[in-house]
């Protein structure tokens, strides 16, 4: 079924598809609001994600609802937008379509492909049931109940070597992702869970934080890291740099080190190790010859365009779009937001028949990473800040980039209280009514 | 394994052991607080939740984290208290010990039941897949997926019978959850989702209200009923008293009256109309010889204990207990939390080798409901009130029954906000990463 409608009508103007809500779709959609165009949002989801605070929900401070915003409420005064929910299973360049799961094909004359990537787990598909990783919120649950059960778990634990196990927690991956889990987890075992047990100690819980490179947070200074690294050694993270995981077990991760092994028995583990583009865009890619990079993501023309293809823009994660230094833009929520106003920029001037804005040009204004409840590291390009105030300066900004300012009011009410009372108020191990023993529960 | 060294120690004081942490449970446990006792809160959940508001986590208005409070968190202070996450599986009076599905056997020299009830299906159980209850956090999120999928599925629906079956809703069971349900899908209807949809009209949505018996809301006075009936029809649901579920399928229920079958085509289907006990209590019912109704629920003395186990109490939905009336008292919250308070200080009498008080005597003050927005009807016994009125009490007494001061700002707070936007925040559809157009994937 084909809206053919929209398509012959020469007053209803250029149809735009834009695959995807994250940050780089939805700004390219609220971008286009009120433009001479009629606009079609896709997403398999109904909302929109801010993922860097899921590890927050997966730490059970804040909820799924804090960090995600209906699509069709943040796009609902744009008449000219439609959304849709559907899952995308190919797009026919030829005829150029969109194809949806349902069986609708929804026609384009340009088309947005911003639907971010998904974790991988370097050809071990099988360690996902054992080590979630934290791209959706079905991730951040599942890590949360993984993480809460585990010191129940401990509570019960028939013998010291099981409630060790119990207490050891596994974070994969020295990224911004990884080192905060990891420091939200080691709050949560010596501040949050302070006196709720009796049989059991959770401040005793050991905390890896496990790297394959030379250093966690290689994008940072090194003044930066090695402040990042202290931080996290005095709540408690043992890290662990040029270590790979060989294995993940129900009981425990296989670890290798300098070429000597070693089983840690642990029971939590999360994965923060790295993504690839999913199966549907890697297939796409194949049939259309598009050229990709060694994690699936779609090479780009400076102005984000696909070489051959000027009516198809990819934004967002998905884009590996070469920076100023030559090497491709990371995978940021800032890169994304950029190239989304960007191509709201460059679609409306292309219907109006203006001249386009010239290539894109990613402003850098820094990164920031926290390091448990009162410190992270920020580097602001102009100024490196640390500590407490690094902390302050990431929560200003992370209020700043959410949508909706209603979410900004209660995020930061919620942060306030719990800074305060060094509680976390979403700790519900949820998504089964059944406690079970072992792990492998998801 | 049983933990023997607490029973042996004469310096330990009684063993009370709390099987369940709802409203009753709770109480107890409260109440035990700092008493010359040992106490153990056993949970298949580890927090305790606000059941009244359910409904509202199923409409998306409030996250579930702001009903359900962390077990721990509530009884931290309490010292002589310990919390255990398990499964209980048996109770075996003879040897006084309670057994969980880990193996652990709890033993205890009082024990408080208090597990609640659940949702009861009438001899069909396969109707659950398509019509879930709402009594747990998940059936809460399950429904909340189910309607707001339904209204997705209207907007890309491929002919005008599909886009009217997804907006037609069903709400079996006329009390006040029923009741409440079908007041807030009219409410999202017809004004949280105005102007969000471009191809469809949610405020094109039917909704039924089906009730076996002849009235809706049977505990009311006459007055409040038709009051309520005239509230709902003026939000646009349809309230069918006397008529019965004949089966539940995929697309659509058939409904019974007055001799006469139809079907009605539906998308989303809510089960309001039934509580039982749960299956492992009507088991050991059944061994230990213990009297029960035909809900399942025990039958107790009106202290509150088990004929012939002066060690064992019942409280909450499970217990069986006359009123004043002759007629068992209600399964609400108020009873269960009046019955809980009472056997704290029967059980602290009875440690202290002081008289124990009289019989348990409920103090009826009244019960309420809302219909929507800003309409609820009160029976509060000196008073009755309805409208808008009506609806601020029903906030009040709402909020000083929760049992955080953080829940009640936090709630107080999203509940203005939402009167006055008329929107809700939690609206997000979870549970699965893959939009899918039929309702059987839970």
């Known amino acids: 079924m084909v809206n053919e409608a929209a398509r012959s009508n020469p007053h209803a103007g250029q149809q735009i598809v ?33 993922q860097p605070l899921l590890y927050q929900v997966a730490t059970g ?25 559907g899952e995308v299973v ?54 949360r109940r993984h993480i809460l059960s585990a010191f129940e778990h401990a509570e019960v634990a028939a013998s010291p ?13 020295g990224g911004p992702t990884g080192v905060e889990m990891a420091g939200a987890i080691a709050e949560i075992a010596r501040y949050t869970l302070r006196g709720e047990f009796r049989r059991s100690n959770p401040a005793a819980a050991k905390i890896l934080l496990v790297e394959g490179g030379p250093d966690i947070l290689p994008v940072y200074t090194p003044k930066l890291r090695e402040r990042a690294a202290r931080d996290l050694a005095d709540m408690g993270v043992t890290v662990r740099t040029g270590t790979m995981v060989v ?15 070693e089983f840690v028995p642990a029971s939590a583990v999360v994965w923060a190790a790295g993504i690839k583009a999913a199966p549907w865009t890697t297939a796409l890619a194949g049939e259309r010859g598009i050229e990709t990079d060694r994690l699936g993501r779609f090479t780009v023309l400076p102005d984000l365009t696909l ?13 590996h779009c070469k920076g100023e230094t030559g090497e491709p833009l990371p995978a940021l929520g800032s890169v994304a937001v950029q190239q989304g106003k960007y191509l709201a920029k460059v679609i409306r001037a292309r219907i109006a028949g203006r001249t386009p804005p010239p290539a894109f040009h990613y402003v850098d204004r820094g990164i920031m990473a926290t390091i ?41 009410f919620n942060w306030a209280w719990c800074y305060v009372t060094r509680n976390r108020y979403s700790r519900l191990i949820t998504g089964g009514e059944h406690f079970t023993p072992s792990r492998g529960d998801s």
């Open 18 to 50: 834009i695959i995807g809500s994250g940050f780089a779709g939805l700004a390219v959609a609220k971008g286009l609001a009120g433009a001479q165009c009629q606009v079609t949002v896709v997403d398999k989801r109904n909302f929109h994600l801010f």
């Open 61 to 85: 401070a804040l909820s799924p609802a804090n960090i995600a915003t209906p699509i069709r409420a943040a796009l609902k005064k744009a008449r000219n937008v439609t959304v849709l929910l």
């Open 90 to 143: 190919d797009v026919d360049t030829v005829s150029r379509q969109v194809e949806l799961a349902s069986g609708e094909a929804v026609p384009y004359d340009i088309l947005v492909l911003a639907p971010g990537v998904q974790t991988q787990y370097f050809r071990h598909p099988e360690w996902e049931q054992f080590a979630p990783g934290l791209k959706s919120i079905e991730d951040a649950l599942t890590v």
């Open 161 to 173: 070597a099981e409630r060790e196990r119990d207490l050891t927690f596994v974070v994969v991956g």
């Open 247 to 261: 294995s993940i077990e129900p009981d425990g991760v296989q670890l290798a080190h300098g070429g000597q092994t």
């Open 307 to 319: 070489p051959g293809h000027p009516e198809i823009f990819v934004a967002g994660d998905l884009a």
């Open 372 to 412: 448990g409840r009162a410190a992270a590291i920020a580097d602001l390009r102009f100024i490196r800040l640390t500590g407490f105030i690094g902390w302050l300066s990431w929560l200003f900004v992370h209020l700043m980039l959410l949508v909706e300012f209603r979410s900004r009011v209660v995020i930061f």
